[in-house]
């Protein structure tokens, strides 16, 4: 079993900064791919960003230069910085787990409570 447990959204005017966080526990050593999907009202469920299996990072085209996933191996946390933020950025943003090489739909095993992020024009 995995647990994936997100922290740090909240409510932010446009431009502004914020930064989420991920705790991993369990069997960790089952996850290759990890990342964030977020769901606006009335939209399906879009990833956002990941790490691959490879440890490379893929992006959304919408959030590319403003939008950065990192990771702490050590504390077993992955992290979304989220900068430049706007109105459109609104949603509930999930981390997601997968076992495979890649975090596209389809491919999550994993899946975290959420947390909501409210960007304020």
């Known amino acids: 079993q995995v647990q994936l447990v997100e922290s740090g959204g909240g409510l932010v005017r446009a431009g502004g900064s914020l930064t989420l966080s991920c705790a991993i526990s369990?069997?960790?050593?089952?996850?290759?791919?990890m990342g964030w999907y977020r769901q606006a009202p009335g939209k399906q469920r879009e990833l956002v960003a990941a790490?691959?299996?490879?440890?490379?990072?893929t992006y959304t085209d919408s959030v590319k230069g403003r939008f950065t996933v990192s990771r702490d191996s050590a504390k077993n946390t992955v992290y979304l910085q989220m900068n430049s933020l706007k109105p459109e950025d609104t949603a509930v943003y999930y981390c997601?787990?997968?076992?495979?090489?890649?975090?596209?739909?389809?491919?999550?095993?994993?899946w975290g409570q959420g947390t909501q992020v409210t960007v304020s024009s």
């Open positions: 369990g069997s960790i050593f089952s996850i290759n791919a």
């Open positions: 997601a787990g997968g076992e495979g090489p890649y975090l596209e739909p389809g491919f999550v095993h994993y």
């Open positions: 790490f691959t299996g490879r440890g490379n990072t």
